[in-house]
Antibody
Framework: EVQLVESGGGLVQPGGSLRLSCAASGFTFSSYWMSWVRQAPGKGLEWVANIKQDGSEKYYVDSVKGRFTISRDSAKNSLYLQMNSLRAEDTAVYYC??????????????WGQGTLVTVSS | QSALTQPASVSGSPGQSITIPCTGTSSDVGGYNYVSWYQQHPGKAPKLMIHDVSNRPSGISSRFSGSKSGNTASLTISGLQAEDEADYYCSSYTSSSTYVFGTGTKVTVL
């Protein structure tokens, strides 16, 4: 059974940093692209970033470029999101999602339950 | 990258069919057959319902179907049931090698 379990969320002050983790199990982690998707309270979904199987390609939504860094450790079956210079507008539930990224397929087929990040003084 | 446009709400009676449009541009919806649809119940994680325009993952009811014409994709739910009441989001791959989600549609079963 595919499982994605996020951790690391919490309350942080504006300008602060936080590192999110996503522990993956039930599939060959090193064979999949992975993504982070966030959802502000009462708002819609926003794709944040993704990373290729070997970490050689990474893409980000414009609003987090230069502040967030996505990474992965296949030895630990884990995905990470380092978030720096946090702003109030980064407050959201952050989901880890497995990405189908092969010819003729682009979608997120499994999601974690999310971890809440609150940026507030 | 602007969010794809969806109606805020759509409603229907049990047994009826409803359609949710998702409008983008030639740089996302219109440029690729990479539109997917997600269902989200309150407090829950999103669930993949349709991928790559019109494909249903294993276990998803045939009452859910997808299509695309130009820059607009659509999700149709036929034989509406109470359990279908949820938020629905479209998503598309983009020419920037990123993804964009729709604004979301709340489906109400009357």
């Amino acid at each position: 059974e595919v499982q994605l379990v996020e951790s690391g969320g919490g309350l942080v002050q504006p300008g602060g940093s936080l590192r999110l983790s996503c522990a993956a199990s039930g599939f060959t982690f090193s064979s999949y692209w992975m993504s982070w998707v966030r959802q502000a309270p009462g708002k819609g979904l926003e794709w944040v970033a993704n990373i290729k199987q070997d970490g050689s390609e990474k893409y980000y939504v414009d609003s987090v470029k230069g502040r967030f860094t996505i990474s992965r450790d296949s030895a630990k079956n884990s995905l990470y999101l380092q978030m720096n210079s946090l702003r109030a507008e980064d407050t959201a539930v952050y989901y880890c999602a497995r990405e189908n990224h092969i010819p003729a397929r682009r979608n997120f087929d499994y999601w974690g339950q999310g971890t809440l990040v609150t940026v507030s003084s | 990258q602007s969010a794809l446009t969806q109606p805020a709400s759509v409603s229907g009676s049990p047994g009826q069919s409803i359609t949710i449009p998702c409008t983008g541009t030639s740089s996302d919806v219109g440029g690729y057959n990479y539109v997917s649809w997600y269902q989200q119940h309150p407090g829950k994680a999103p669930k993949l319902m349709i991928h790559d325009v019109s494909n249903r993952p294993s276990g998803i009811s045939s009452r859910f179907s997808g299509s695309k014409s130009g820059n607009t994709a659509s999700l149709t739910i036929s034989g509406l049931q109470a359990e279908d009441e949820a938020d629905y989001y479209c998503s598309s791959y983009t020419s920037s090698s990123t993804y964009v989600f729709g604004t979301g549609t709340k489906v109400t079963v009357l």
